[in-house]
């Protein structure tokens, strides 16, 4: 028998893009399955504030001991806190949600590297995919506070920027903390990205710089106080569109 007469079943090639092709459609179910279950767990946590930060800062560190602050504030102010819990940043902000008032949310992610949970999290949702992850940092938010962080912190703190600038989600307080850390990327922004139009001048406001704690908890009430922290209606059917 020649090669080419071969039955499709007894091609190598074949039998494997099919294997492939069934492997692909389970992910799909998975991927589902992954934003079902995290909804579900997550929806009696409003309001609630993300905060991003490096993984790699260790816990004598002067941002952990300002996260860990702010996050505490927040937690007894009554706002969940919810943070990627893993290390450095991550723990700091579940550390100081767990011994305050309002729960301490860790979304964890599955790595080879680096990601391994805290112990400071009341509630715990694991996560294989990083775009699950990332919208239910966002679907929960009524507003983000981003330390000092690596790849990961600018990717959350640049996708913030682009679905309030695009509308597809409600304007909500973006706070970066640390002015000596971040002076020189929002100088970046006003300098460069408005310099040769590639954004609006406004659109620099979509994001402030604050240093201390309590300013932290007031910018975001002063943000909600006429509007309340819950979506309407209407913005609900926006997220849906993430």
Same mark, same amino acid.
């Given at each position: 028998? &020649?090669?080419?007469?071969?039955? #499709?079943? +007894? ?5 494997? $893009?099919?294997?492939?092709?069934? !492997? $692909?459609?389970? !992910?799909?179910?998975?991927? /589902? ?6 909804? $579900? ?7 609630? *504030? ?10 004598? &560190? ?9 996050? !505490? ?16 940043? /991550?723990?700091? +902000?579940? =550390? ?16 080879? &590297?680096?990601? @391994? ?11 294989? &995919?990083?775009? +699950?992850? =990332? *919208? ?6 009524? +507003?983000?506070?981003? /330390? ?7 990717? #959350?703190?640049?996708?913030?920027? @682009?679905?309030?600038? @695009?509308? =597809?989600?409600? !304007? ?7 002015? =000596? ?33 309590? #300013? *932290? ?12 922290? /819950? ?12």
């Amino acid at each position: 028998m &020649h090669l080419d007469k071969l039955p #499709e079943s +007894a091609d190598p090639t074949r039998a494997a $893009e099919i294997n492939y092709s069934a !492997r $692909e459609s389970w !992910r799909m179910l998975g991927i /589902m399955a992954e934003f079902v279950e995290a909804t $579900e767990r997550l929806a009696t946590i409003r309001p609630a *504030v993300s905060i991003f930060g490096s993984a790699r800062t260790p816990a004598d &560190h002067a941002y952990y001991v300002l996260t860990e602050d702010i996050a !505490r504030k927040l937690s007894d102010a009554g706002f969940s806190v919810i943070s990627g819990g893993g290390p450095g940043i /991550m723990e700091a +902000a579940n =550390k100081g949600a767990f011994f305050g008032k309002s729960p301490s949310v860790g979304l964890n992610i599955q790595l080879p &590297h680096e990601q @391994t949970s805290n112990p400071y999290q009341d509630i715990s949702q694991s996560f294989q &995919h990083f775009f +699950a992850r =990332k *919208v239910m940092f966002v679907k929960f938010a009524a +507003a983000y506070v981003v /330390m000092p962080g690596g790849f990961g912190t600018l990717d #959350e703190l640049t996708e913030a920027l @682009t679905l309030v600038q @695009t509308g =597809k989600i409600p !304007r909500i307080p973006i706070i970066l903390v640390g002015s =000596k850390f971040w002076a020189g990327f929002v100088d970046w922004v006003k300098t460069t990205l408005v310099g040769e139009g590639m954004i609006s001048p406004e659109d620099v406001d979509l994001m402030r710089i604050i240093d201390e704690p309590a #300013e *932290v908890v007031d910018a975001i009430f002063s943000h909600y106080e006429k509007r309340g922290f /819950m979506p309407s209606i209407a913005e609900r059917e926006i997220q849906l569109n993430l």
